[in-house]
């Protein structure tokens, strides 16, 4: 199970979850500018967690002040374990993109819509 950080930390971006992370999977960090192109701190609108880093912990959820970080039902595989065309640093950036929008989205979608189908 993987964890990933919703909606609620959209604007806040408190660091609490970076300090008590003990292998650095809380990205991107204040002060940090990252040689492989992925936008720094003040470029971004909320952090988020690579799911390839975390190790499933759970030290960062109860620090969080804005309950923003949740557990995944599965760990999910990155694209550059397949065949992709991208170089995997641009190819992991969409896909955490793609994770976290698609995790605020489903944690904010009222009931109906995260049912499943009989």
Known sequence: MAYVIAEPCIGVKDTACVDACPVDCIHPKKNTSYEDGRPGFEDVQQLYIDPVECIDCGACVPVCPVSAIFATVSRVTP??????ALPPTISTARFIVAVSILSSIMISAPPVLRTSPS
């Open 79 to 84: 694209p550059e374990a397949s065949s992709t």
